[in-house]
Antibody
């Protein structure tokens, strides 16, 4: 059974840093692209970042570019999101999401399995 | 950036009736469009990809259509478990983007 489990969410002050983790199981993690998607309280979904199966390629939303870094450890089946210079507007539930298709990172950037999310609250 | 606009924001439908949800892209995304369902407190569920292909285990009452900039999700006969928020997502261009969602509520 495919599972992705996020952790690391917390209350942090503006300007602070946090690292989220996503532990994956039930599929060959090293062959799938992965993403982070967030949802502010009572709001819609917002794509944050995606990384290729090898980790060689990554993309970011403009709202987080230069502040957030996505990475992965295929030996540990774990996805990460390093978040620096956090702002109030980064407050959200952060979901880890698995790409539908394995292999190529050039097509089909949509997601078939999502974790239940981890809450990041940025507030003084 | 491709802006995705969903309408209506809220759709009130009686059980057994048809629901038609719209998603419009600010530029062509071809058929690179997915639909998700999210119930309160739950994780999003993939319903449709490639604009019209149902994901695994998705009931046949869900259907998607459209290409380019105009897309439709149709639920042919609403069941109680279908009342939820529905999001479209384009994956044609970076950055990826979601629509603001349509809430389907019981009339």
């Amino acid at each position: 059974e495919v599972q992705v489990l996020e952790s690391g969410g917390d209350l942090v002050q503006p300007g602070g840093s946090l690292r989220l983790s996503c532990a994956a199981s039930g599929f060959t993690f090293s062959t799938y692209g992965m993403s982070w998607v967030r949802q502010a309280p009572g709001k819609g979904l917002e794509w944050v970042s995606s990384i290729s199966h090898s980790g060689a390629s990554a993309y970011y939303a403009d709202s987080v570019k230069g502040r957030f870094t996505i990475s992965r450890d295929n030996s540990q089946n774990t996805l990460y999101l390093q978040m620096n210079s956090l702002r109030d507007e980064d407050t959200a539930v952060y979901f880890c999401a698995k790409y539908y298709e394995s292999g190529s990172f050039y097509l089909n950037h949509f997601f078939d399995y999502w974790g239940h999310g981890t809450l990041v609250t940025v507030s003084s | 950036e491709v802006l995705m606009t969903q309408s209506p924001a809220t759709l009130s439908v009686s059980p057994g009736e048809r629901a038609t949800l719209s998603c419009r892209a600010s530029q062509s995304v071809g058929s690179n469009l997915a639909w998700y369902q999210q119930k309160p407190g739950q994780t999003p569920r993939l319903l449709i990809y490639g604009a019209s292909t149902r994901a695994t285990s998705v009931p046949a009452r869900f259907s998607g259509s459209g290409s380019g900039t105009e897309f439709i999700l149709t639920i042919s006969s609403l069941q109680s478990e279908d009342f939820a928020v529905y999001y479209c997502q384009q994956y044609h261009l970076w950055p990826l983007s979601f629509g603001g969602g349509t809430k389907v509520e019981i009339k």
